[in-house]
């Protein structure tokens, strides 16, 4: 019996498409660093069955109804915060991850123990695949405050934090 539980949690919030699930999940699938997903599958109407082959490491957390992106992320949360995973990285269904993304984000973090949360550029595509442009988001502590008293700055699917920070700021706001 294996006992190892990785430290790092992705949290998927799910509605819609299962082939757009399956393109994530198999996009996780490259990365070195072990880890496990959690899909909240926020109401679809049927239930949703994750095979293995699509990763070997998925829990569904489900939602009777359709409640809400932030309904579903929180609800995520709160199950990796129970579970004492140490990270957190976000990616939403139909988004990919860049291989060798959550091992960076790990080791970035490790080395910068004041550092809460880590995130990174994203690249925009169109449906058939083609590159329309990337999104460079500002990387600097003095940027990033800037930059958020205009918008938001942080391409969600791209972060990944600690979850010791979860007790200080909680979920996101409903």
Known sequence: MNDFKPEVAVLIPFYGSVSSLRKSLFSLGHEELAHDVVVVDDGNPSLL??????????????????????????????????????????????DCSVSGRLKKQVAFLEKNPDCMM??????????DGRLLFTVIPPSTGNEILRALHRQCCIIHPTVMFRTEVLAEVGGYSE
């Open 49 to 94: 069955r994750i095979p293995s082959d699509w990763h070997p490491s998925v829990t569904v957390l489900r939602h009777e109804q359709n409640r809400g992106i932030t309904a579903a992320l929180n609800s995520g949360i709160e199950h990796i915060k129970n579970a004492n995973y140490r990270y957190l990285a976000r990616l939403d269904a139909g």
């Open 118 to 127: 880590v995130g990174g550029d994203a690249d925009c595509v169109s449906a």
